[in-house]
């Protein structure tokens, strides 16, 4: 399949701000933009403080803003053609039973500016009406939630006039898929897509929130979407963290980043020490990935590495990306991986473009019985922020 990413740039922003036109009855405020991402590699390290090397993605959530008179809060989808108000006090209130689907998104963002932290105090804010647009696949481990997340709330920061940080957007975004949606998510998707730059990745440390830059010269980039749904908010990922959580305690140490795999290997056993091995040598990876690339050496055997870990040690591969992987290095790819939290979504494969692979993967996926995947180039593009 072509990459539509091009095309949608110029389509998301005329589609949104024609629908905002026509529910409001007056153009918008302004338009935002927040990418979706691939991580490269890295995964399952953000909520273990460790160290992650995603980019954004040009496919991103357009968000057309304005404020309203009223306590309102307005959000409409042109994807879903679905539209859901809500007032702050019911925000306020917070009952994630009272919301549900894509709409718990945008409101969950609007719930947590208004809320605070513990590093940041709430404020109170306008009424408004949102209306969004988005080519990131959904429930496929590109990140479509950080995606519409961010696009809220770098529109709902600039229109209040809040002057919020990087890292503060990006921790108002994760709470509102913590808090307000229900997935226990790290910071990797919201950092990537307020940080990407063209051309580069985003080398993030979780332990501080340090951010650097990476060329990704890698050859062409193709993403493998198998089509297979997955869910943030399911058991597993809870499962897993939760497991990440009881090895670092029974090694006495605060996150597994202070881990060392000795430690790992001589202190745990069954589960805990396969979930603990994955994020001590993902890191280590993840380090080697980022030399590399600054050396202009090659790096598909640590994607292929890490997937490798990904599905047996932390057990969050599944029978579509295991094919996905394996067709596309048999068909020039020079490395691939799962990207994304796993147990569905999509792969990221290295030095072959799409055009190579979407007849081999395409034909492998139906000699297994698989529906037909969706095989895209996809090119690191900047983050997030106002387009008008």
Not at 2 to 15: F, S, Y
Not at 269 to 274: N, P, V, W
Request: glycine share 10%; hydrophobic share 45%.
């Amino acid at each position: 399949m072509a990459d539509e990413g091009g095309a949608h740039a110029a389509l998301a922003p005329r589609l949104a701000t024609e629908r905002f036109t026509a529910l409001v009855g007056r153009p918008p405020d302004g338009l935002w933009r927040a990418p979706g991402r691939v991580n490269l590699i890295g995964e399952h390290t953000d909520y273990n403080s460790g160290l992650a090397l995603p980019f954004a993605i040009d496919r991103a959530t357009v968000v057309a803003a304005g404020r309203r008179p009223d306590r309102l809060v307005r959000v409409h989808s042109t994807n879903m053609d679905d539209q859901v108000t809500a007032s702050m006090d019911e925000l306020a209130r917070w009952d994630p039973q009272t919301f549900s689907g894509w709409s718990r998104y945008a409101l969950g963002v609007v719930w947590a500016l208004s809320a605070g932290s513990e590093e940041r105090p709430g404020a109170e804010c306008p009424g408004l009406d949102l209306v969004v647009s988005s080519d990131v696949p959904v429930r496929s481990g590109l990140s479509s939630s950080a995606a519409l997340t961010v696009a809220v709330a770098v529109a709902v920061n600039d229109i209040a006039g809040w002057d919020l940080s990087v890292p503060e957007v990006a921790k108002a975004a994760q709470q509102a898929e913590a808090g307000f949606a229900g997935v226990p998510c790290g910071l990797l998707d919201q950092l990537a897509a307020l940080q990407g730059r063209p051309g580069a990745g985003v080398m993030i440390d979780f332990s501080t929130l340090d951010t650097e830059l990476v060329p990704l010269a890698v050859g062409p980039l193709t993403v493998l979407n198998t089509r297979v749904e997955h869910a943030n908010a399911g058991g597993a990922y809870a499962d897993r963290r939760r497991a990440c959580e009881r090895a670092a305690v029974k090694l006495g140490v605060p996150t597994l980043r202070q881990a060392t795999l000795d430690q790992v290997e001589s202190q745990l056993d069954g589960e805990l020490r396969k979930r603990a091995r994955h994020v001590v040598t993902e890191n280590d990876r993840v380090r080697e990935t980022v030399v590399r690339l600054r050396q202009g050496l090659p790096v598909g055997d640590l994607l292929v590495s890490s997937h490798a870990s990904l599905r047996d040690d932390y057990e969050v591969s599944c029978p579509e990306l295991d094919l996905a992987v394996s067709t596309a290095l048999a068909n020039g790819a020079a490395g691939a991986r799962l990207t994304g939290a796993g147990l569905g979504g999509c792969a990221i494969a290295i030095g072959a473009p799409a055009a190579d692979l979407v007849g081999p993967v395409s034909k492998a996926f139906a000699e297994a019985g698989f529906g037909p995947p969706d095989v895209f180039g996809v090119k690191p593009t900047a983050g997030a922020g106002r387009l008008a």
